[in-house]
């Protein structure tokens, strides 16, 4: 049985997959690139392995709050792939997946972030041992840097930050945080969080279920804004 990963929350669409026996990874960077290249990811990966679609078993998915294009993207990919099939799928928190993967060895609490665009991130902080993990304060949210404050101490803070923000996140937070390429999302680590007890949720509606926007989406906004009123759902959409 192949049980597959994928993380479209961030500029990085990053896909793992594993038999058991081994692991395949790829990745691509830059958002606009995701719709494109998700499911070339995917043959990639699996075609490592020496599997096929068929022979998913189970799945793994970074549910934001994210992109949401992004996230829009890997939840049409998981869709098809769950449509009529019995195929267990599970999701995670993506800044739970970016927590994970910057834990200290011996366990500790980590605050990870990601850029919410307009001067925000998203945030959200975990205690994480190598056997568990507990969420630290509210669920992941959009906050200015200044909040952060709210959540120190940490051991560690992590994330996709523009570069103007990292001195206030650095000031608010209380440590410097780890950024850049080592910073970006990876999706072996969703793997590895199948193993760790309440990481994952088992998506028990497949063809009801939504990612974790985090807000609106930056279009809406724009629309709000420019008109001075809610925008209305399309037909058929409560919201």
Same mark, same amino acid.
């Given at each position: 049985?192949?049980?597959?990963? =994928?993380?479209?929350?961030?500029?990085?669409?990053?896909?793992?997959?594993?038999?058991?026996?081994?692991?395949?990874?790829? =990745?691509?960077?830059?958002?606009?690139?995701?719709?494109?290249?998700?499911? *070339?990811?995917?043959?990639?990966?699996?075609?490592?392995?020496?599997?096929?679609?068929?022979?998913?078993?189970?799945?793994?998915?970074?549910?934001?709050?994210?992109? =949401?294009?992004?996230?829009?993207?890997?939840?049409?990919?998981?869709?098809?792939?769950?449509?009529?099939?019995?195929?267990?799928?599970?999701?995670?928190?993506?800044?739970?997946?970016?927590?994970?993967?910057?834990?200290?060895?011996?366990?500790?609490? !980590?605050?990870?972030?990601?850029? #919410?665009?307009?001067?925000?991130?998203?945030?959200?902080?975990?205690?994480?041992?190598?056997?568990?993990?507990?969420?630290?304060?509210?669920?992941?949210?959009?906050?200015?840097?200044?909040?952060?404050?709210?959540?120190?101490?940490?051991?560690?803070?992590? *994330?996709?930050?523009?570069?103007?923000?990292?001195?206030?996140?650095?000031?608010? #937070?209380?440590?410097?945080?780890?950024?850049?390429?080592?910073?970006?999302?990876?999706?072996?680590?969703?793997?590895?969080?199948?193993?760790?007890?309440?990481?994952?949720?088992?998506? !028990?509606?497949?063809?009801?279920?939504?990612?974790?926007? *985090?807000?609106?989406?930056?279009?809406?906004? !724009?629309?709000?804004?420019?008109?001075?009123?809610?925008?209305?759902?399309?037909?058929?959409?409560?919201?």
């Amino acid at each position: 049985m192949i049980t597959l990963a =994928f993380d479209t929350a961030t500029d990085r669409c990053t896909v793992a997959a594993t038999d058991g026996a081994g692991v395949a990874h790829r =990745f691509v960077d830059g958002a606009r690139r995701h719709a494109g290249a998700l499911l *070339g990811l995917l043959d990639e990966t699996l075609l490592e392995l020496g599997a096929k679609p068929g022979d998913i078993g189970r799945l793994i998915v970074a549910d934001g709050p994210g992109s =949401f294009t992004g996230l829009r993207v890997a939840a049409a990919v998981a869709k098809a792939l769950a449509w009529r099939r019995q195929l267990e799928w599970r999701v995670v928190p993506s800044l739970l997946a970016r927590a994970a993967a910057h834990a200290p060895p011996g366990g500790g609490k !980590v605050l990870a972030l990601s850029d #919410a665009l307009r001067g925000e991130l998203f945030a959200g902080c975990w205690y994480v041992t190598p056997t568990s993990v507990e969420r630290a304060g509210p669920a992941p949210r959009a906050m200015p840097p200044a909040s952060l404050a709210s959540w120190t101490p940490v051991d560690v803070v992590v *994330g996709s930050i523009p570069p103007p923000l990292i001195a206030a996140v650095a000031s608010a #937070a209380g440590r410097e945080p780890i950024t850049g390429e080592a910073a970006l999302p990876d999706a072996r680590t969703l793997l590895a969080l199948l193993n760790i007890a309440a990481a994952t949720t088992l998506v !028990v509606n497949p063809a009801g279920w939504e990612p974790d926007y *985090g807000r609106p989406a930056e279009a809406q906004v !724009v629309w709000e804004r420019a008109h001075g009123r809610e925008l209305p759902p399309a037909p058929g959409i409560a919201r």
